[in-house]
């Protein structure tokens, strides 16, 4: 049985010509590589995150811009067709005395022979390009649509109503560029007391004579 030799500790193997000192740093060395690995990791990390962030704000930005680029394009083709319905309501107006003399000649029979076919030439090119015209004999008056030049009363009327037109009103869509200038007829003074009274009357005889007879 061998002895172990009091005061003596058993130390690893050193390579011949190494300093039995440099194990321990080496040791330690090992140890302290996964730390750094670690915090490799969390830097790509966080460059990524960065990344993503730029890459948001980018994505934001384009289509903040696409939607103001649509919105330019949708106010430019409404300003176009503001701009080509101003133009067409203005042409259209300066065409409205030769639209009346034609309506003139029509109704006195002298619309004849190439005239006619000018006429009705014109008046196609006008209705193509939106011109309707408007304004009818017997329709309730409205101040917006109509412009009275002749005022009467008339006891066969309930309301305000054109009896006649003097010109007739244009319109483009919506848009109104003449009222029809029209003659208009009031209901008589007094004639609706009367009316009321009689239908009271007519009235009160009905419920007299159709009522239940008393036996």
């Given at each position: 049985?061998?002895?172990?030799?009091?005061?003596?500790?058993?130390?690893?193997?050193?390579?011949?010509?190494?300093?039995?000192?440099?194990?321990?740093?080496?040791?330690?060395?090992?140890?302290?590589?996964?730390?750094?690995?670690?915090?490799?990791?969390?830097?790509?990390?966080?460059?990524?995150?960065?990344?993503?962030?730029?890459?948001?704000?980018?994505?934001?930005?384009?289509?903040?811009l696409q939607a103001e680029y649509q919105?330019?394009?949708?106010?430019?083709?409404?300003?176009?067709?503001?701009?080509?319905?101003?133009?067409?309501?203005?042409?259209?107006?300066?065409?409205?005395?030769?639209?009346?003399?034609?309506?003139?000649?029509?109704?006195?029979?002298?619309?004849?022979?190439?005239?006619?076919?000018?006429?009705?030439?014109?008046?196609?090119?006008?209705?193509?390009?939106?011109?309707?015209?408007?304004?009818?004999?017997?329709?309730?008056?409205?101040?917006?649509?109509?412009?009275?030049?002749?005022?009467?009363?008339?006891?066969?009327?309930?309301?305000?109503?054109?009896?006649?037109?003097?010109?007739?009103?244009?319109?483009?869509?919506?848009?109104?560029?003449?009222?029809?200038?029209?003659?208009?007829?009031?209901?008589?003074?007094?004639?609706?007391?009367?009316?009321?009274?009689?239908?009271?009357?007519?009235?009160?005889?009905?419920?007299?004579?159709?009522?239940?007879?008393?036996?």
């Open positions: 049985m061998t002895e172990e030799t009091p005061g003596f500790e058993e130390k690893p193997d050193v390579p011949s010509g190494a300093n039995p000192d440099d194990a321990e740093p080496k040791a330690a060395s090992e140890k302290g590589a996964a730390p750094a690995g670690d915090a490799s990791d969390a830097g790509l990390v966080a460059q990524l995150d960065q990344v993503r962030t730029a890459l948001g704000e980018r994505t934001a930005d384009l289509q903040r919105n330019y394009r949708r106010r430019v083709e409404r300003d176009r067709v503001a701009v080509k319905e101003v133009a067409i309501a203005n042409l259209l107006t300066e065409l409205l005395p030769v639209l009346d003399d034609i309506g003139r000649a029509r109704e006195h029979g002298e619309l004849l022979g190439g005239f006619k076919s000018v006429a009705e030439s014109l008046e196609t090119v006008a209705a193509k390009m939106g011109l309707m015209q408007f304004g009818k004999e017997g329709e309730p008056f409205d101040p917006t649509i109509h412009e009275a030049l002749m005022h009467s009363y008339a006891p066969d009327v309930t309301e305000t109503t054109c009896v006649a037109i003097l010109q007739p009103g244009y319109r483009i869509g919506e848009r109104t560029i003449r009222p029809a200038r029209v003659a208009v007829a009031e209901p008589q003074p007094g004639a609706q007391t009367v009316k009321a009274e009689e239908a009271e009357e007519s009235a009160a005889d009905d419920k007299e004579n159709g009522g239940p007879e008393e036996g």
